[in-house]
T-cell receptor
Framework: AQSVTQPDIHITVSEGASLELRCNYS??????LFWYVQSPGQGLQLLLK??????LVQGIKGFEAEFKRSQSSFNLRKPSVHWSDAAEYFC???????????FGTGTRLKVLA | DAGVIQSPRHEVTEMGQEVTLRCKPI?????LFWYRQTMMRGLELLIY????????DSGMPEDRFSAKMPNASFSTLKIQPSEPRDSAVYFC???????????????FGPGTRLTVL
């Protein structure tokens, strides 16, 4: 079955601390992987995506993610969190040539001043 | 660019009433998606249009749901009659399908929060 698991529903970090959000996926074909961010009252914005090649991908707002095929993971990281990063983060998986993507249930990030 | 526009942003209605959600995609985009977001099921694709034609409506939960795209700049999602279990946030997204095999980034609207009492 195709699925995306984000095991952490809520995460709280202090401003300036590092961040890692976990994402595990199950997909029958070569996966395309994505991280989106949703700020309160807003739609989803694409942070970064992985199709192939270098397994460490850089995105907007200082985020990066690493694809680990052996672990079926695509964890999102940021070395130093800013208060404006407080939002909900979604991991998603899809495949080549498909419009249909499977989203995780999201991780809500709280940042302490 | 104004981005994807959805209206209303919030809708509260009573069970049995008809609800219509509206979406204006980004100008020039030829693909449009309706999603539903709930705590229990996360973000689910309801229907996908390409060049105003419904391509995949397998995610539409039942006959009470219908969607139309009469032209490239407007789409509606209608629920009739509405039920409390339809309470959710409904997102519209659009993308430019270049016809190639690669992913075409979907741009999301702010969503409509629907509450059915």
């Amino acid at each position: 079955a195709q699925s995306v698991t984000q095991p952490d529903i809520h995460i709280t970090v202090s401003e300036g601390a590092s961040l890692e959000l976990r994402c595990n996926y199950s997909y029958g074909a070569t996966p395309y992987l994505f991280w989106y961010v949703q700020s309160p009252g807003q739609g989803l914005q694409l942070l970064l995506k992985y199709f192939s090649g270098d397994t460490l991908v850089q995105g907007i707002k200082g985020f990066e993610a690493e694809f680990k095929r052996s672990q079926s993971s695509f964890n999102l990281r940021k070395p130093s969190v800013h208060w404006s990063d407080a939002a909900e983060y979604f991991c998603a998986v899809g495949g080549k040539g498909t419009y249909k993507y499977i989203f995780g249930t999201g991780t809500r990030l709280k940042v302490l001043a | 660019d104004a981005g994807v526009i959805q209206s209303p942003r919030h809708e509260v209605t009573e069970m049995g009433q008809e609800v219509t959600l509206r979406c204006k995609p980004i100008s020039g985009h030829n693909s449009l998606f309706w999603y539903r977001q709930t705590m229990m099921r996360g973000l689910e694709l309801l229907i996908y249009f390409n060049n105003n034609v419904p391509i995949d409506d397998s995610g539409m939960p039942e006959d009470r749901f219908s969607a139309k795209m009469p032209n490239a700049s407007f789409s509606t999602l209608k629920i009739q009659p509405s039920e409390p279990r339809d309470s959710a946030v409904y997102f519209c997204a659009s993308s430019l399908d270049s016809g190639g095999p690669s992913y075409n980034e979907q741009f999301f609207g702010p969503g409509t929060r629907l509450t059915v009492l």
